[in-house]
């Protein structure tokens, strides 16, 4: 019996603190998380940002230049007369 009434003791106390710790955010936390999120977005803004002038302006695609143009069916029928 003693040790029945020491488990329910140690779960009421078990669930008090649970509660007490979850207990609603304050409107003063959701600004500093808004803070926090403004600076995170500040500075990946600047980390991440597209990088240019990796390719020269002389890259070609050489396959691209050997092919030849698609003429259409009645064109190349057309200058065969």
């Not at 959701?30 to 803070?35: E, K, Q, S, T």
Request: contains cysteine; positive net charge.
């Amino acid at each position: 019996m003693l040790n029945k009434n020491i488990a329910i003791a140690v779960a009421v106390v078990l669930a008090i603190v649970c509660l007490a710790e979850a207990r609603e955010e304050g409107p003063h936390d959701m600004a500093d998380a808004l803070r926090m999120l403004q600076e995170l977005d500040r500075y990946y803004t600047q980390a991440a940002r597209p990088r240019f002038g990796k390719r020269s302006d002389a890259y070609t695609n050489w396959a691209k230049d050997l092919e030849k143009p698609d003429l259409p069916a009645w064109l190349s029928y057309a200058r065969r007369r």
